[in-house]
């Protein structure tokens, strides 16, 4: 099963959008070289907020979960290797909230990244299942600083 | 630690019924079904936010009702604690310590520490590795908290795994394609991590219980009985390190994996563990009389009593259920002694004549009679 870009979504980063290409991937200020993984849309808005960011994202649509038939197929997984692929990216940035299926997804994405960017995973100093959405502006700009380069 | 009140509202076939306790042992005394082992059944829940009756809210509210709540008044020695349960149909419960609502379940774990101790019990020796691993971990619960979290992830991780295992398919021409191996090897090391945490924590519990319960045994025994206690983890535990067990975990994993293919669930971890009881080198499942094995839990409950004072630096609870009266005299003897009036103690019984004298005299008598409390005054 193909990840389908539906519409009101971005068809280069997934996140919600009412244009084929959203404001972000258009905007010319932003950096190219920096992708940020996360799970949702809400979690772009949410570190959207922090004004700390100025790179680029990109959203997977959800987490892998064998219980509920998610594996890497369903999700927005190909495209985000074939994007790092081609865009000369330099740094990953996984940004995805820390709970059994946030850090399998991380570690499943990583490890196909790894052979073309520096892959980094955000310190979260939130408890286990805090979710990123939840996260003051202030914890979340501290956790993306944070980032450690994933092992 | 004096469990000085206990307010039932709409739990179980309690309506509204506050029980004020007021001597060390407390006797719960009434026919079948009226509702004695329901009220233990409230302790143990503010103990563990377990029942080992039901895992469901809804059995424990009352019939009928929308919600149900359990509320206590805690004397420990820093203070007096209040902790509310409370119950919904059909959404999550809550739990709050001095009026406040608590955000993780876990903070509320360790205020009140109860032993209980029932009938049912003796199937720790008799019945299979589940039920020893739910006993231990009963046990983790109240010592360390945080073990309710490692358990419930491990679990996570494995029921993950399992769908993984379970989703490739059986034909072998179909299952390199629907077969994918990076994320099975991400499962595997969840598994493995979150499994030694688990392994570890039994393994170091199981150590420190082991000598009390050997002493209990020692002297219920009359010194005649050697009780040896032995974790039997399904990944082998060579040292208390994490590294050693992770890398054994996933050596184990390796070795099962066709055997995990054909049978498409995990076959590798602690929810395969057991322990062995052993008395004088005979495991007491198989070769145990029924005196010894009641022996045998009965040491293994004063174990639990006297760790979890060590631990809490305060006596626990103790809940007996149904389980005075199935002792003969000397086992009986020998609990009264170990418990004095330094650990508070409910008893349930259907008969008051079962027992010792002894226990009656210093006990405040209650009468259960369909989910109403009244003070005896017949003795
Ligand atoms: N959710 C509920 N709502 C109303 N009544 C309930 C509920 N759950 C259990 N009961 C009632 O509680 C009674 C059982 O109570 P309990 O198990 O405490 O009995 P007991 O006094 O310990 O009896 P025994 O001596 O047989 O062990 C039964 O009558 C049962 O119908
Ligand atoms: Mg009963
Ligand atoms: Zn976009």
């Known amino acids: 099963m193909e990840a389908k870009i539906q519409v009101g979504q971005c068809s280069i980063c997934f996140h919600l959008s009412a244009d084929a290409v959203c404001d972000i991937c258009r905007s010319p200020n932003r950096d190219n070289q920096t992708l940020c993984v996360v799970a949702d849309s809400r979690d772009v808005i949410a570190l959207e907020k922090t004004r700390e960011y100025k790179g680029k994202y990109h959203v997977l649509g959800g987490l892998i979960s064998p219980m509920d038939g998610i594996g890497p197929e369903q999700l927005n997984i190909s495209p985000l290797v074939h994007r790092v692929n081609k865009e000369s990216i330099q740094e990953v940035i996984m940004a995805i909230s820390p709970s059994i299926e946030g850090d399998t997804t991380t570690l499943y994405v990583g490890q196909l990244l790894k052979p073309f960017a520096k892959v980094t995973r955000i310190a979260f100093g939130l408890p286990m299942g805090g979710d990123l959405e939840y996260a003051d502006e202030v914890t979340l700009a501290r956790a993306l600083e944070g980032r450690r380069e994933l092992e | ?379």
Not at chain 2, 263 to 284: C, E, K, M, S, Y
Not at chain 2, 302 to 308: G, H, Q, R, S, V
């Open chain 2, 1 to 379: 630690m004096y469990l000085k009140t206990l307010h039932l509202r709409q739990f179980r076939n309690y309506q509204n019924q506050l029980v004020t306790f007021h001597a060390p042992k407390t006797i719960l005394v009434g026919d079948n079904a009226q509702g004695k082992s329901n009220l233990l059944e409230a302790v143990e829940l503010l103990a563990t936010l377990r029942s080992h009756r039901t895992s469901r809210d809804r059995d424990l509210i009352q019939e009928g009702a929308p919600i149900g709540q359990i509320s206590a008044a805690l004397q420990r020695e820093l203070g007096l604690r209040n902790l509310t349960l409370t119950l919904r149909n059909g959404s999550r419960r809550t739990v709050a310590l001095n009026g406040e609502k608590l955000k993780r379940q876990l903070d509320f774990l360790g205020t009140l520490n109860a032993v209980q101790f029932s009938c049912l019990d003796l199937e720790l020796v008799r019945g299979g590795p589940g039920e020893r691993r739910v006993w231990v971990d009963t046990l983790l619960t109240q010592l360390e908290p945080l073990y309710v979290h490692i358990l419930q992830q491990y679990t996570l991780a494995l029921r993950q795994r399992n769908a993984l295992l379970r989703q490739q398919s059986s034909d072998p021409n179909q299952r390199l394609k629907s077969f994918d191996p990076a994320q099975l090897a991400i499962w595997d090391a969840q598994l493995a991590t979150l499994g030694s945490r688990v392994i570890r924590r039994r393994a170091r519990v199981l150590n420190r219980l082991t000598p009390i319960a050997q002493t209990w045994h020692k002297a219920i025994s009359n010194r005649s009985e050697l009780l040896e206690i032995h974790y039997t983890p399904n990944v082998p535990m060579e040292a208390d390190d994490p590294g050693v067990v992770q890398t054994a975990f996933l050596e184990k994993i390796q070795q099962r994996a066709t055997a995990e293919y054909h049978q498409r669930t995990t076959l590798v971890g602690p929810h395969r563990d057991d322990i062995t009881f052993n008395i004088n080198q005979t495991p007491a499942r198989q070769y145990g009389s029924q005196g010894q094995q009641r022996t045998l839990v009965l040491a293994l409950k004063l174990a639990e009593l006297k760790l979890m004072e060590s631990v809490a630096g305060e006596p626990p609870l103790l809940l007996l259920d149904d389980v005075l009266a199935e002792l003969d005299l000397n086992r009986q003897n020998q609990l009264l002694e170990a418990i004095q009036d330094r650990f508070q103690t409910l008893i349930t019984t259907t008969h008051l004549g079962a027992f010792d004298a002894q226990w009656i005299k210093s006990s405040q008598i209650l009468s259960v009679q369909a989910g109403q409390i009244g003070e005896d005054t017949s003795t």
